[in-house]
Structure formats: structure tokens, C-alpha cells
């Protein structure tokens, strides 16, 4: 059976085992260089020929030898006799020697025996012979045959991923072919009696599948792997088992979603511990994806992410996508920047943390916030610019700290907007919100940005303005909200969580006992909606959105406080101005 569940290895150690039990992929492909892009290089790829390969004129002009022109100047032209003219594309002619020039256009061979180009706007026409104005040194305006590359020299090394800068220098010298390692064949397969397809009927008590297809989105962005999806198995054990064999059968690699953890319904850990090896690590000290599991069916690998979507796609990220380059002989890395952390961040002491985070270019240093949410809040990865790989020796990472950040896009935005979550903040215009990212924050955390001016945008709705916003331009919304209900007698409510601005004002409206506290106020008017709540105090607009009955308590003051040592604060003036008139 192997190491189970409740044993769990650190994640130092799970990269170590993953590496250990990898087999390299040694079969090889030839292929032409045009379809080469994005594929792994097989061996060391050596120039066929010299860069360029012929010396050859850069400018449209005529060829010279350069000491023919040592005394040319402005007063007293050197004047030389027009010799004849070459074509594009056609061999070396022999140049005819001193006083004389030959017609070269750009791109052409430089007649043999000559050491310069002048270009035509350097020169006058008389008749047959051509005036030269500027003394030049040898191989002006020229470039030699292998003044970029040599003939032997190394372009591309083994296990290096071919992209288009590499495939132009290889076309250019002659390169036609490359042999390359075959492609790593991976299968996916996705259990579950919860799983709808896409586009299907939504069934109650279901979800539509995505992690799957996630997954296979992912796996396909690189040329070098080719993937297969088996689709949704149902939670039946010999269903599962003959996917997974089949995909063991077909595939170097396969990748089971979801059924991982030790409970009486989940079976792929039991399936895979009936292989040989079997399961190499069952469970990893990590936030998110503790019940991930690594086993083996002879050399073939099997990666078992768990069913939570976050968890699954972070452990794809940190442990499976760098495994795969690495059976074809490439050392992966993501494109990392370091950055500071904005706020305080909660590790799991004693855990490796994978932090989503969200990220802002101020003034050229970047400043990271953690994407908040659970392993099923799929939604973290999109708002996320990128993660950060943190072992966790403490129990949080202090604000101002500098941590490496692995890049999901190379889009950075340049303006933080920060506090309380305003609606009609989707309505910014002008661009703003296109380079743009919010983080969520409470009271304090508010005041205690305000005083270092962290963020270009505070949003607050809390009852009293801060101290800090008389050193700052302010908008201000009114924003109607009352309680959203299906029916008048209504025994439970939703409201928002202490600390936010909704629950202050939630606090003097009369009702239930029952409480419930979320953290959205849209997610308020899903639970009325759904009958987890009879009431919630929420916004009109969410009320309206979800068709409930709903009773205005008030308008509530939203406040947009603007930096005025914002690299955008004009834009952040007229934009939010413009809003709020149309708000009124």
C-alpha cells in the first residue's frame, strides 16, 4: 500500500521522490524547424554555416576601398569612376581596384577586394564618376561573413525548449531539421458523481466540471506534451480502476483528479496501491493540496491531485509541470520577480505554503497581496498575477517582506485600489480598472495603509471617515441597502462579517437572533435566494440581481479616497468623479 494520508512528507521531500522515481525520456523525433516551436532539443545544435553568410552591404551605396577616401572632406570631394552595379541574390564579383567604386543595395555581396560602403545620400552624381564628401574607415556600412555567428558555433543546448529567436538564427544558417524528444503522452482522469460537463442542465446538488479541463488547458500550452482527457468517471471502483490502467496502458504519465484523500468514498489511492511500486508518497505537507499522491506503475508516473480546484492547480504547478519537463531533460523555471509583501500574510507553521497572489508595479517594486479564499475557490487563481512557494517557519510572513513571485502573466497592474469592495466599482471608466487590482481589507488595515499612502484608491463605507483622509481627494457614493428577503416572517439572516462596513450598519437594523456571517454581500442574496437564510442585509442592486423582495433601510455613504501622490491620480480623479455623478 505505501505511505498513507494521515503520514504526510515535506514538500522538500515530495520534489525529492518525484526526481528520484522520474525516468528520462530518451526516444527522439526528427522534425522540420518550422514545427519545432515550443519542443525540447535533443542534443547540442551547433551553426551550419557563418552569420551572415556572405559580407554584405547595410545600406544601399556604393563599394569602395576605404583608403581611396582617406583625404575625401566637404571642401575637397574625392571623386571616383563608376565601375558597374550588382544585384540581390547574385555571387561576388571582383572588385576592379583603387579609383574606382561598384553600385551595392542593401543586403547585396561586397565585390571582392573591397572594405567599405558609402551610402548614396553621402555622395554627388557627375555623369560617370561619383563625389565622396566624408573620409570613412574600413568596413563601414558593412557586415562580415560571421560577424553574428561562426560556422561550428554552439546555438542551442540540449534539453533547451526551442522558440522562435532560436528558430531564426538555425533558419538562417542553413538548419532544416531538428531532432527533438519525442512528446511526453499524459492522461487525465477525472472521478467524481458530482460532475456535470460544461454546457450541460445544471442538476441540484451538482457542479460542473473543471478541473480536468484546467488541467488539460494547461498541459496544452506546451508543445512538448500531448494530452488526453478521459473524461468524467463516476465514483465506481472498477469504473475508475480501467480508466486508470487504461491510461497507464497508453501514457507515460497519468493524472488523477479528485477521490485522493482516505475517506469511505474515495478510492484512487486504494486502485493505485495495488501497483508496482505503488504509491511512493500518499499526503504532503502543503496549503493547499495535502491529499496529493505520487506513485508508480512500473516507470510509468502517477500524479493524484486532489478535488479541490485550487489544490489541484497548485500542486500542477509546483510539483507535476516541472516533474514533466524534467523526464524530457529540461529544467523548468517560471518567470519570478521579487516582490514585498503589501499586508501581513497567515502561513501554516511547519507547512509549505503555496500563496496566489495578487501583485502591483509602484514606481518599479512590486508589492504582493494574498488572494483570500478556500482550496475550492477556483476564482483565487484568475485573480492571481502569480504564487509564491513559501516553507513556513512561522505562523505569518511580516508586511514588508520579500518573497519570490512566480509569474502567471506578464501583466502587471500599476494600480492598487484597496478596503471595502464598492459594486459600482466595475463601472470605472476611462481604463482603469484594465490596470487595476483590489484587495480586500478591513478598518484597520484601511488606517494603517493610509498612513504610508500604500495604494492609490481607499474604499471605505465605514460610519466614520478615517483621520488620514483630510491628506486625500475623496468621491462619495450613496449606496441603498436594506434587507433582502423571500418572504416577511423570516427567522434567520445573513449578514456581513464584524469588521466590514455593511455590519456597522447592519448593527441598528432589528431581527432574528439567528445570524450568519459571510463575507460577500452578494453571496448574501445566494444563501436568501437558495433558502439557507429567510433575510439578509445586503446591497439593492444584489437583491435585485438575484429577484428578491427587498426593503431599503438607508443609503449608506461609500467613500472613495484618492492618493494624490498617485502616478495616476488625474486619471483616478476625473474617473471616479465621473462615476459618482453618474451614481447620483
Not at 51 to 75: C, E, H, K, N, T
Not at 202 to 213: A, L, M, P, R, T
Not at 383 to 406: C, E, N, W
Request: net charge negative; hydrophobic share 35%.
Amino acid at each position: 500500500m505505501g505511505m498513507i494520508f494521515h503520514n504526510l512528507i515535506k514538500f522538500r521531500e515530495a520534489e525529492e521522490k518525484i526526481r528520484i522515481n522520474s525516468k528520462k525520456i530518451s526516444e527522439t523525433e526528427r522534425i522540420k524547424i518550422g514545427d519545432s516551436c515550443g519542443r525540447i532539443s535533443a542534443e547540442d545544435i551547433f551553426s551550419a554555416s557563418n552569420l551572415p553568410l556572405f559580407s554584405r552591404s547595410q545600406v544601399d551605396g556604393y563599394a569602395v576601398i576605404a583608403s581611396d577616401l582617406a583625404f575625401a572632406s566637404r571642401d575637397a570631394p574625392v571623386s571616383l569612376e563608376l565601375s558597374g552595379e550588382t544585384s540581390i541574390g547574385e555571387p561576388a564579383v571582383k572588385f576592379p581596384g583603387n579609383g574606382k567604386c561598384i553600385k551595392v543595395p542593401t543586403g547585396g555581396v561586397i565585390p571582392l577586394g573591397a572594405d567599405a560602403m558609402v551610402p548614396f545620400e553621402d555622395t554627388e552624381t557627375e555623369g560617370n564618376r561619383i563625389l565622396f564628401f566624408n573620409k570613412i574607415g574600413r568596413f563601414h556600412e558593412l557586415s562580415n561573413s560571421g560577424i553574428d555567428v561562426i560556422k561550428g558555433e554552439r546555438l542551442l543546448g540540449r534539453g533547451s525548449i526551442i522558440d522562435p529567436r532560436s528558430i531564426a538564427v538555425m533558419a538562417s544558417t542553413g538548419i532544416g531539421t531538428v531532432n527533438v524528444i519525442r512528446k511526453i503522452r499524459i492522461g487525465i482522469v477525472s472521478t467524481g458523481n458530482e460532475l456535470l460537463y460544461p454546457g450541460q442542465e445544471y442538476e441540484e446538488g451538482k457542479i460542473y466540471e473543471s478541473n480536468s479541463i484546467s488541467v488539460y488547458s494547461e498541459l496544452k500550452r506546451h508543445p512538448g506534451f500531448e494530452v488526453r482527457n478521459y473524461g468524467i468517471i463516476r465514483d465506481d471502483y472498477s469504473e475508475i480502476k480501467d480508466a486508470i490502467d487504461s491510461s497507464i496502458e497508453e501514457n507515460d504519465v497519468t493524472i488523477t483528479i479528485g477521490s485522493t484523500s482516505a475517506g469511505d468514498h474515495d478510492m484512487v489511492y486504494l486502485i493505485l496501491g495495488d501497483k508496482k511500486p505503488g504509491i511512493i508518497f500518499h499526503g504532503i505537507r502543503v496549503k493547499p493540496g495535502k491529499p496529493a499522491i505520487f506513485a508508480k506503475s512500473g516507470d510509468k508516473l502517477i500524479f493524484g491531485l486532489p478535488g479541490f480546484p485550487v489544490s489541484s492547480m497548485m500542486i500542477l504547478y509546483s510539483l507535476v509541470i516541472p516533474a514533466l519537463f524534467s523526464m524530457a531533460g529540461h529544467m523548468f523555471s517560471y518567470t519570478e520577480i521579487n516582490a514585498i509583501s503589501g499586508d501581513r500574510i497567515d502561513l501554516h507553521q511547519g507547512n509549505t505554503d503555496l500563496l496566489l497572489l495578487k501583485l502591483v508595479n509602484r514606481a518599479g517594486s512590486y508589492y504582493a497581496y494574498q488572494v483570500p479564499g478556500n482550496s475550492g475557490s477556483i476564482s483565487r487563481i484568475s485573480r492571481a498575477a502569480g504564487f509564491s512557494i513559501v516553507h513556513s517557519d512561522s505562523s505569518y510572513l511580516p508586511r514588508h517582506s520579500s518573497l519570490g513571485v512566480k509569474l502567471f502573466t506578464p501583466k502587471i497592474p500599476e494600480i492598487l485600489l484597496y478596503g471595502q469592495y464598492l459594486p459600482a466599482m466595475e463601472h470605472i471608466p476611462g481604463g482603469i480598472l484594465d490596470i487595476s487590482t483590489f484587495v480586500e481589507a478591513g478598518k484597520n488595515e484601511i488606517v494603517r495603509s493610509m498612513a504610508y499612502g500604500d495604494a492609490d484608491v481607499y474604499l471605505w463605507n465605514y460610519r466614520e471617515l478615517p483621520d488620514m483622509a483630510n491628506y486625500y481627494d475623496s468621491a462619495t457614493f450613496k449606496i441603498p441597502y436594506g434587507v433582502a428577503y423571500r418572504h416577511g416572517n423570516y427567522k434567520t439572516m445573513a449578514v456581513m462579517y464584524q469588521g466590514s462596513g455593511l455590519y456597522e450598519y447592519s448593527e441598528g437594523i432589528s431581527g432574528p437572533n439567528d445570524i450568519t456571517y459571510l463575507d460577500n454581500p452578494e453571496i448574501i442574496c445566494d444563501y436568501v435566494r437558495n433558502g439557507r437564510c429567510d433575510a439578509g442585509i445586503t446591497y439593492r442592486q444584489y437583491a435585485e440581481l438575484y429577484s428578491l423582495e427587498f426593503e431599503q433601510k438607508g443609503c449608506m455613504p461609500f467613500h472613495v479616497i484618492i492618493n494624490k501622490d498617485s502616478r495616476r491620480y488625474e486619471d483616478l480623479k476625473n474617473a471616479f468623479a465621473s462615476l459618482a455623478g453618474a451614481n447620483k
